[in-house]
C-alpha cells in the first residue's frame, strides 16, 4: 500500500474488529500491532478504540478518523485499480447465503474468463461484513436486503431475477390435487437458507392468514431436502437457478409455479467500496 504502515494498521483494526484479527489480516505480531496503533493516539492526543474482552470498537474520535481516512485510502485503490496490470485478479472469492440466479451468473461470467481461479463458499449473511472486510471474500451474494453501514464501507448492486417454485413428488401432489390443498395438509420441508429470504415471510404470512398449521422441517443440506420430498414425506420451495441441476433430474418431483402470492424478490451482490473498480468486471454483469 501505498498509505504508511501505521495508517493501514489503524483501518485494519477499525474493519476486524480485534487486533488478533487484524494482525493476522495484515501479518503482524499483535504485541506491535498494539504498540502501533498507542503510538498513533499518543501523537493525536485520543483514545481510538474501546476495548473490551470480545473485541474493540471506534471511539467516537475513532469514527471520524476512520471517514477521513476511508475516502482517501479509496482513491489510492482506485488508482492502483486503474492501471491495466491490476485489472485482472488471479483468484476470486465468492460467497452466499443461497444458490440463487445471481449467483450463477457471476460464476458462470468468472467461468467464462477462463484465467481466473474460483473460490466459493456458502455463509450466513451475518458472516458476509467481516468477510468481506477481512478479505476472505471478494464479493458476497444474498437475496438479504442491506444493512446500513455506519462507516459506509460496503456497497451493493440489485439484481431484481429471483423466483422461488414449489416443488413435490407427483404422487403428493395427486393426493393433494391444488397447491392449496398441499400446503395446508402437508409438512414444508425447508432449506435454512430460505428462512432469511423474503418469500419464507410471505409463505409464514399466508399460512397465518389461513390458519395453516402443517408441520415445519428446517435441514442444512438441500440434498436431503430432496431425499424427503422425493420420499413423499413433504414439499419444499426451490429457487428456480438450480433446477437444471442434477437434483431434480429423473426424480419425479413435480414443479409448481407460485400462484399464490408474489414470489419474485431482488439479490443483492455485496464488495467492498474500495474494490469496485479492481471488481468492476464482475459487478457490471448485473447490468
Known amino acids: 500500500m501505498i498509505l504508511s ?6 483501518l485494519s483494526v477499525a474493519e476486524c474488529g480485534s487486533f488478533k484479527n487484524a494482525s493476522k489480516n495484515i501479518h503482524i505480531s499483535p504485541p506491535a500491532l498494539c504498540k502501533s496503533i498507542a ?11 474501546n476495548r473490551s474482552n470480545t473485541g474493540v470498537t471506534l471511539t467516537e474520535e475513532g469514527i471520524i478518523l476512520y471517514k477521513y481516512l476511508l475516502p482517501i485510502r479509496d482513491d489510492v485503490e482506485n488508482i ?18 443461497g444458490y440463487n440466479q445471481s449467483f450463477k451468473k457471476l460464476i458462470s461470467k468468472i467461468i467464462e474468463n477462463g484465467q481466473i481461479d474460483l473460490f466459493s463458499e456458502r455463509y450466513h449473511f451475518d458472516e458476509h461484513r467481516s468477510k ?16 446500513e453501514d455506519e462507516l459506509e464501507r460496503i456497497s451493493c448492486k440489485v439484481h431484481d431475477r429471483e423466483t422461488e417454485v414449489f416443488i413435490v413428488s407427483k404422487k403428493l401432489f395427486d393426493k393433494n390435487n391444488s397447491l392449496v390443498d398441499m400446503i395446508r395438509n402437508e409438512k414444508m420441508i425447508l432449506h435454512s437458507g430460505i428462512t432469511k429470504h423474503p418469500f419464507f415471510d410471505e409463505l409464514l404470512k ?22 424427503f420430498v422425493c420420499f413423499g414425506i413433504g414439499y419444499s420451495v426451490i429457487n428456480n437457478a ?35 473498480l479492481e471488481l468492476s468486471n464482475y459487478i457490471n454483469c448485473f447490468n
Not at 503510538?39 to 478504540?49: A, V
Open 242 to 276: 438450480i433446477l437444471d441441476s442434477s437434483y431434480l433430474k429423473n426424480t419425479g418431483v413435480k414443479v409448481i409455479p407460485n400462484t399464490l402470492f408474489s414470489s419474485v424478490s431482488s439479490s443483492y451482490i455485496y464488495y467492498l467500496k474500495r474494490k469496485e
Open 39 to 49: 503510538d498513533i493516539e499518543d501523537k493525536l492526543g485520543f483514545k481510538l478504540f
Open 5 to 10: 504502515k501505521k495508517i493501514n494498521h489503524f
Open 206 to 227: 399466508y399460512r397465518k392468514e389461513h390458519e395453516i398449521n402443517t408441520q415445519l422441517l428446517v435441514f442444512p443440506d438441500i440434498s436431503h431436502i430432496i431425499d
Open 132 to 147: 468481506l472486510l477481512s478479505g476472505e471474500l471478494d464479493l458476497f451474494i444474498s437475496t438479504h436486503p442491506p444493512v
Open 80 to 97: 492502483k485499480s486503474s492501471f491495466p496490470t491490476t485489472l485482472i485478479k488471479k483468484e476470486i472469492k465468492v460467497g452466499t447465503d
